[in-house]
């Protein structure tokens, strides 16, 4: 299994996604995000085409830590069925990975 994931899930609103944001960093589910948007999203929904303008946020944690992560999003997400979708880091900088997990860890040095 892999051992980094990159989280993407979408939000109504920049305030919202900063919300988002702030929850999964600072609970340390995530070593970091950004946000990305206005972005234009079309779905089906409730048995209908629907499009809105949405933000893209991209999240970065550890597989371990992925349920965790899952559950402060739901908490601070308004939507119903927010997209929360974990795609696996299969490769990338060694450096950026190890702070990924160091930054992820539950007990992190000077805290």
Do not use: F, N
């Amino acid at each position: 299994m892999t051992r980094h994931v990159e989280v993407h899930v979408t939000a109504g609103t920049r305030e919202e996604a900063e919300r988002i944001v702030d929850a999964v960093v600072g609970s340390r589910v995530a070593a970091g995000a950004q946000i990305s948007g206005p972005i234009v999203s079309t779905y089906w929904w409730q048995g209908e085409i629907q499009r809105s303008e949405e933000y893209l946020i991209l999240m970065k944690t550890v597989t371990a830590r992925l349920d965790e992560l899952i559950v402060v999003v739901r908490e601070a997400h308004s939507y119903e069925t927010p997209e929360i979708v974990a795609v696996p880091i299969e490769g990338g900088l060694a450096d950026y990975l190890t702070w990924i997990t160091e930054e992820t860890a539950v007990s992190v040095k000077g805290e």
